[in-house]
């Protein structure tokens, strides 16, 4: 039958009896309910309470009052259903370029998503700054946005405290005359209820040198705004990177070593690695010995408590230690936990030399979880006592499949148990996947508590699945569950959770309640326990179908598709610039251009030889959504940008790797030319 043949009969077919989600949960359409001339794209927020989500459409909504191409909207529950608002204002400007394809971009919101900070090309007030300039706005829902300051270049990363009150961002601009005295890099600015003040400077109020600071990521400010966290200098001829925190008007070394042995290696380059939310537990990464423990020249991890000043290694930092820390580790909310990837083994014996292997540390030390292992994408509940991981690796020995699945790992038992198989099905060939958000990211996909779990999979897991296009799951009390209708041809797309759990918001284009009827249009649904509408008052002949997912005239696109096409695609590199030594010496970044045969996380590590030994370079992460081209961008490190500033040729051996696939490639750069 052909593939035209067999989708007419598929719509003619009686539709199945779609099953209702499991956990006493029930669905509740969040986006309107009558098409529209823009399409639904992304989940980008969630209250604490699951009442309240913030996403993005392209192309404004009903009731916008500005033409954004990637528009930003607010759904807010109330007693009979969702609203969708705009969050849109009179004098933003429709912006076709791609390059401004977000006119009005959300930078940080409060818990309860009614307090905005915005970043601007369009002018959002009388007056304000449009393009090329940019503004930054505060704006709570119900008053007019507040311009907090207008700049000539774009001003990012940044950091934004939980009330919103605090914003902290980098800038090339000289936006004070305290940093008149810079002629290399960024600093960093902090706006604040009083006002604008510079955060990297030291104790007196001066630049720590003449060299610029960075923002190292959005976590580097607590919570509260009270402490935040910066690298400094970024030029690798000023010197090596060192850590500092600027807590009122003091500023601390937070990477000062306390390494008193008469062979204590050479200074390194110390890397921000993270924070938690409340700033008491800041996390380095460096192949410098910062204690006297510490007697290997490997890339290891430390703890820095900020009340007591203690710092101690998290590796075991030993001249047996093989491996070394491969990317920043997920920490717990107090920084008692963590778990870290390594390249190679930390423990004498335990784990697989040449590979990627995961690690959990505790109080109790250090233990190996999977080798190899290399999670696709992780998240860990708020102890850190669960994480959640997607990975090709096979842990557990009846995983032969060679797709994504996902397993949990409880630290309490230190056991690890895949919850993409199922009463049906879990070993099929199909991947299993999650979205990936951070500790304190307000839509996630495993609860606080780690008690419950969600995940996508077009595998028919259990039998109230009838279909193989992607579903959402939900693992809880050891059993799985159904967050989707599992009937159909519509695939449905997990977004996330409440911090709870309670509320699970997923995308499809099925229309699942009578109030649905857009005709197929995509749409957020939440499946939220105890929750629900009456749709005794929606008009049944405008449904359809709408107890189940409606057939759909499109070819599905089964979650298998990206594992199928890792199997018969390639990972390439794409044509490198050949400025890109000069990119590398003037931005300390190398901007890679791949082509993905799936989605999935892409990482690079660079390796060449300088001072007659091979060492780590640079690193890099790229998440692809879908198959096609993705750029990556490499930080290298300082002791490559000098040599390459010198004149130097560095051969640079890069390492692609998006599971199960992998490219070695070799690089060579000079300054003023490339190959």
């Not at 779609?18 to 309910?33: C, H, K, N, Q, S």
């Not at 001066?206 to 200098?233: D, K, N, Q, W």
Request: charged share 20%; net charge negative.
């Amino acid at each position: 039958m052909g593939l035209l043949a067999a989708t007419i009969a598929l719509a003619a077919a009686a539709p199945a009896v779609a099953a209702v989600p499991g956990e006493g949960r029930a669905w509740e359409l969040i986006t309107p309910a009558d098409p529209v001339d823009a399409t639904v794209a992304e989940l980008l927020s969630m209250g604490a309470a699951g009442d309240r989500i913030l996403y993005r459409s392209f192309g404004p909504m009903p009731g916008a009052t500005s033409g954004d191409l990637a528009a930003n909207n607010l759904g807010i529950r109330g007693t009979d259903g969702w609203q969708s608002d705009p969050l849109s204002f009179p004098y933003s400007i429709p912006k076709l370029d791609i390059t401004t394809l977000v006119g009005t971009e959300v930078w940080g919101f409060d818990s309860q998503l009614s307090k905005f900070i915005l970043r601007s090309f369009s002018p959002l007030l009388p007056g304000a700054p449009a393009s090329p300039r940019f503004g930054i706005y505060r704006h709570q829902l119900g008053s007019a946005p507040v311009l907090l300051a207008d700049l000539e270049s774009a001003p990012e990363p940044r950091a934004i405290s939980a009330d919103t009150t605090r914003v902290a961002f980098s800038s090339d601009e000289h936006l004070l005359p305290s940093d008149t005295g810079r002629t290399l890099g960024q600093s960093i600015y902090e706006l604040t209820p009083t006002g604008m003040r510079q955060v990297d400077v030291n104790s007196a109020g001066s630049l720590l040198s003449t060299c610029g600071s960075s923002l190292p990521s959005s976590s580097a400010m607590s919570r509260s705004g009270e402490r935040i966290f910066f690298v400094h200098p970024t030029d690798p001829s000023c010197g090596t990177a060192r850590v500092y925190m600027r807590e009122g008007d003091e500023t601390v070394e937070v990477s000062l070593s306390r390494c008193t042995r008469p062979d204590c290696n050479e200074p390194q380059d110390v890397e921000f690695a993270g924070v938690t939310p409340s700033g008491s537990v800041v996390f380095l990464a460096t192949a410098q010995q910062l204690t006297d423990d510490d007697v290997n020249a490997k890339r290891d991890l430390y703890r820095f408590d900020v009340a007591t000043e203690g710092l101690e290694l998290v590796t075991p930092g030993t001249a047996a230690m093989e491996g070394e820390i491969y990317e920043h580790p997920v920490v717990s909310s107090d920084g008692s936990r963590a778990y870290l990837q390594a390249y190679g083994r930390l423990l004498p014996g335990e784990g697989v030399a040449n590979e990627l292997n995961l690690y959990f540390a505790d109080e109790a030390g250090l233990h190996l979880i999977g080798a190899p292992m290399s999670p696709n994408n992780l998240q860990i509940s708020r102890d850190g006592g669960v994480a959640l991981i997607s990975t090709f690796s096979a842990p557990e020995g009846t995983d032969t499949d060679g797709q994504l699945d996902v397993y949990r790992y409880d630290a309490g038992t230190d056991s690890l148990t895949r919850l993409s198989a199922g009463s049906s099905g879990g070993n099929g060939p199909f991947s299993a996947a999650f979205p990936g958000t951070g500790i304190e990211a307000d839509h996630r996909a495993v609860s606080i508590d780690g008690q419950r779990a969600f995940f996508e999979t077009a595998e028919p897991l259990i039998a109230e699945d009838h279909n193989e296009v992607a579903d959402v799951y939900e693992w809880s009390g050891g059993q799985l569950h159904l967050v989707s209708s599992g009937e159909g041809a519509d695939p449905a797309q997990l977004e996330g959770s409440s911090l709870d759990g309670g509320t699970v918001v997923f995308r499809s284009s099925a229309s699942l309640l009578p109030r649905d009827r857009d005709g197929g249009d995509r749409d957020l649904y939440a499946a939220r326990i105890g929750g629900g509408f009456d749709e005794s008052s929606a008009p049944p002949e405008t449904c359809g179908p709408c107890t189940a997912a409606r057939a759909s005239l499109r070819r599905p696109e089964p979650a298998t598709a990206g594992a199928a096409a890792a199997k018969r695609g390639r990972l390439k590199l794409g044509r490198v610039g050949k400025d890109l030594a000069g990119e590398i010496v003037e931005s300390g970044r190398a901007s890679l251009e791949l082509t993905v045969p799936a989605p999935g996380r892409v990482s690079a590590v660079a390796r060449s030889r300088l001072a007659g030994k091979s060492t780590v370079v640079g690193r890099g992460v790229a998440g692809a959504v879908r198959p096609g081209r993705v750029r990556l961008s490499l930080t290298v490190a300082r002791a490559a940008r000098q040599a390459l500033r010198e004149g130097r040729e560095l051969r640079f051996q890069i390492l692609l790797r998006q599971p199960p696939l992998r490219l070695r490639r070799t690089l060579a750069l000079e300054l003023g030319g490339g190959k």
